[in-house]
């Protein structure tokens, strides 16, 4: 033990007390306590979406974006998407509602379809999961995929249009065509140069921007273990917060504070 630095010791502290609070909170949650939490208007959008498809006998797609799951980047995103995926499934099994899912990748179709299959039995329901529903579109040709989902949305049976996990400038494609058949639209996104082109077609109330994707699946769930993890990680930014502006008051008084890391 003497042989470790400040900075591992320090280190080890704040994984400690990141991993003993994330417990803590999620045993909380697990009593029922309530747990407030910033409305994310464009998440209630979508599960309405999925529901109101039983009424006019109509279906959703959803896109768990063009990223793929074999470690390139996009990864994050798109096991965000599945995530995602995993309770807009829930919703349409419980609901009888109808969900057509897009892919750009042969491995996240595989994943899409087993979690999307597998939300289905645990609701006892999977006579009603159509697999033809999950899609492959194409394998990482970015531009090829979005023009797939044009032609998707643009089928008569279409009443809504979602995507969250990994795109770029291309959503311009399926966001023009929502616009023109007045397509409700929720985007979930983290590319900078799609962010823009996401608000302007889907509106700010119905996108979803940077960490707010990362967020999607335990606003969707609302499963105590994700919801747990939330709120851990809010904590640790007010703390991270407040320890920048530490470090600025005392670097300003002359104290270094990142010799306490490098000993």
Same mark, same amino acid.
């Given at each position: ?16 007390? /990141?991993?003993?609070?994330? &417990?803590?909170?999620?045993?909380? #949650? ?6 407030? #939490? ?23 797609? &959803? ?30 099994? *419980?609901?009888?509602?109808? +969900?057509?899912?897009?892919?750009? $990748? ?18 006892? *329901? ?9 899609? &492959? ?28 996990? *990994?795109?770029?400038?291309?959503? #311009? ?30 509106? /700010? ?28 990680? $809010?904590? &640790? *930014? ?10 600025? +008051?005392?670097?300003?008084?002359? /104290?270094?504070?990142?010799?306490? /890391?490098?000993?």
């Amino acid at each position: 033990m003497a042989d470790l630095s400040s900075g591992t010791l320090i280190s080890i502290v704040i994984i400690l007390a /990141f991993v003993l609070l994330y &417990f803590y909170s999620w045993a909380q #949650l697990e009593r029922k306590r309530a747990v407030n #939490l910033r409305p994310l208007p464009g998440l209630n959008r979508l599960r309405l979406m999925v529901q109101r498809t039983v009424e006019t006998g109509s279906k959703v797609h &959803f896109s768990v974006g063009n990223g793929g799951l074999e470690g390139e980047a996009g990864t994050a995103e798109t096991l965000s998407g599945i995530s995602s995926l995993s309770s807009v499934q829930q919703v349409a099994a *419980r609901s009888k509602g109808s +969900v057509i899912t897009t892919t750009n $990748d042969a491995i996240t179709y595989l994943m899409a379809d087993a979690t999307s299959d597998a939300e289905y039995v645990q609701s006892g *329901r999977l006579q009603d999961y159509k697999p033809e529903q999950t899609l &492959f579109i194409t394998q990482q040709q970015n531009a090829a995929y979005a023009a797939g989902l044009v032609s998707i949305i643009a089928e008569p049976n279409i009443s809504g249009t979602a995507l969250i996990g *990994r795109i770029g400038p291309e959503y #311009l494609l399926l966001g023009d065509m929502a616009n023109r058949l007045d397509l409700p639209q929720v985007v979930g996104t983290t590319n900078t140069q799609a962010m823009p082109l996401a608000i302007a077609s889907a509106g /700010f109330e119905n996108t979803l921007l940077g960490e707010e994707v990362y967020a999607a699946p335990a606003y969707l769930s609302r499963k105590p273990s994700q919801l747990a993890s939330l709120q851990v990680q $809010d904590v &640790f *930014r007010i703390l991270i917060i407040i320890g920048i502006l530490g470090g600025v +008051v005392a670097a300003t008084l002359g /104290f270094n504070v990142g010799d306490l /890391f490098l000993r």
